[in-house]
């Protein structure tokens, strides 16, 4: 398996609009993509900054994974992504490895990816996204 970019942090928020607003004034950047995803119960805004992105995270509700993550924690860092070429021959090796995977097989992401996640115990406590982007991205 091969990770071959920091496809995005992902950052938890109360109030995607208002944090859309801090980062367009503070730093002059705007999504590149606003979508809701309901499969993950948010709704998300990609910023992009280099050749990754910030992802601004707003629950639909406080029983999905950031709804809770937000009631335990506030605001901040949810976890981070990384880009692989084949997530399906990803997920099959780290299983083999015996990582501890959330996601046994991929589920539909925003931006038309396929993703899956990684338990935080596996690597220093952070919560891991690997994500197979389609061809035309």
Same mark, same amino acid.
């Given at each position: 398996?091969?990770?071959?970019?920091?496809?995005?942090?992902?950052?938890?928020?109360?109030?995607?609009?208002? @944090?859309? #607003?801090?980062?367009?004034?503070?730093?002059?950047?705007?999504? $590149?993509?606003? /979508?809701? !995803?309901?499969?993950? *119960?948010?709704?998300?805004?990609?910023?992009?900054?280099?050749?990754?992105?910030?992802?601004?995270?707003?629950?639909?509700?406080?029983?999905?994974?950031?709804?809770?993550?937000?009631?335990?924690?506030?605001?901040?860092?949810?976890?981070? @992504?990384? #880009?692989?070429?084949?997530?399906?021959?990803?997920?099959?090796? $780290?299983?083999? /490895?015996? !990582?501890?995977?959330? *996601?046994?097989?991929?589920?539909?992401?925003?931006?038309?990816?396929?993703?899956?996640?990684?338990?935080?115990?596996?690597?220093?406590?952070?919560?891991?996204?690997?994500?197979?982007?389609?061809?035309?991205?």
């Amino acid at each position: 398996m091969r990770l071959y970019n920091i496809d995005h942090v992902g950052l938890a928020v109360f109030d995607l609009d208002a @944090a859309l #607003a801090e980062y367009e004034r503070l730093y002059g950047i705007r999504p $590149l993509y606003r /979508e809701t !995803v309901a499969s993950q *119960d948010v709704e998300e805004a990609m910023l992009p900054l280099g050749g990754s992105f910030v992802q601004l995270l707003q629950p639909l509700s406080k029983d999905g994974p950031v709804g809770r993550f937000l009631e335990r924690n506030g605001e901040g860092m949810h976890h981070l @992504a990384f #880009a692989v070429d084949d997530i399906d021959a990803a997920l099959k090796e $780290l299983a083999g /490895e015996g !990582v501890r995977l959330i *996601d046994q097989e991929p589920r539909p992401g925003g931006r038309g990816a396929k993703i899956a996640f990684i338990h935080p115990k596996t690597l220093s406590g952070t919560l891991v996204e690997l994500v197979e982007l389609p061809d035309d991205h």
